[in-house]
């Protein structure tokens, strides 16, 4: 049985010996460890060590992105947010931005050959994201999935692909991203409610004969029920079409990719069978679970076995 590579073998792997990036990369590390810790060790347990530093540079530039947009318009909101996207902006093209996150990610995305036209488009949408206040149809949903999800995606999961994704694989991830996306929603629709926002299509609520007020107290009426099983049917389907991308990942990353879709669509199910209990509460799993799913995945690959790094 071997051993996952240790944190300074992966740097090593990935061809970063300056100490200065050296340290910028394990402030990402950190980031997401201590953000959510299934990001972290799934790329630490699943991803080629020649990958980890880049995997975890894009998520922690995403997910930190994606929480300032997501962090309302206080002044202080408001502040830090401008602050974090104009440095952003420079940092594509000036390695002396301040924030670490950032030094990395871009470091990444060159030596990883990633079209800096993402960065770009998730900056500009992250600028508008705090004014958005939901969909009127399918058809806005599906430009939201363009405008922000998609972008927020290629930043990490771009990472993966050497001189940046092809164009089929970059419209494939656009699926997982659809998909992706409508389970978010689902789940986190107490958060967004609570927030002032409905992330579900309002003509989907008219089709059901459901008000605005009935999903933010709760109500468990077949109407709600319907418009909920409604909900999860569309993102089962968008599931399907996601599975594509198990066709165009690296291969290094295929057991990862497996791994998160095989959660995803058991919290799917969750929410499924849970009925109306998901606007009282997100649906999730235990550590414990992922565990489990990403060692099945393993165990079902070619090769040795692996253990986690001391």
Not at 177 to 195: G, I, K, M, W
Not at 212 to 217: K, Y
Not at 285 to 298: K, V
């Amino acid at each position: 049985m071997t051993t996952l590579a240790t944190w300074r073998t992966a740097l090593e792997a990935a061809d970063i010996g300056d100490e200065r990036l050296r340290l910028d990369y394990a402030r990402c590390a950190k980031f997401i460890r201590d953000r959510d810790t299934g990001p972290y060790v799934g790329v630490r347990v699943l991803a080629p060590p020649a990958l980890q530093p880049h995997l975890l540079a894009g998520l922690a530039f995403a997910n930190h992105t994606d929480d300032l947009a997501d962090a309302g318009n206080s002044p202080d909101a408001r502040a830090r947010r401008a602050d974090w996207l104009a440095q952003a902006r420079r940092g594509v093209h000036d390695d002396s931005c301040p924030y670490p996150i950032v030094r990395a990610f871009v470091h990444s995305v060159t030596v990883r050959g990633l079209c800096t036209s993402w960065i770009l488009r998730l900056l500009d949408a992250a600028e508008l994201e705090p004014d958005f206040a939901g969909f009127a149809d399918e058809a806005e949903f599906g430009q939201y999935v363009d405008r922000y999800t998609w972008p927020l995606l290629m930043c990490s999961a771009g990472l993966q692909y050497q001189g940046g994704p092809s164009d089929e694989a970059a419209r494939t991830w656009r699926a997982y991203a659809e998909f992706a996306q409508r389970l978010d929603f689902l789940n986190d629709l107490r958060a967004d409610l609570e927030a002032g926002r409905l992330c579900l299509p309002a003509d989907a609520l008219t089709e059901h004969a459901v008000a605005r007020s009935d999903l933010e107290q709760g109500r468990d009426t077949p109407a709600v029920h319907a418009l909920l099983q409604d909900m999860c049917d569309r993102a089962h389907t968008a599931l399907e079409e996601a599975r594509a991308v198990l066709e165009v990942c690296d291969p290094g990353q295929l057991v990862a990719a497996r791994s998160l879709l095989t959660l995803q669509e058991r919290q799917l199910n969750d929410i499924r069978n849970s009925r109306t209990r998901v606007l009282h509460r997100p649906v999730g799993f235990h550590r414990a679970t992922m565990l489990r799913t990403m060692l099945a995945e393993l165990l079902t690959q070619p090769g040795p076995g692996r253990r986690m790094p001391s």
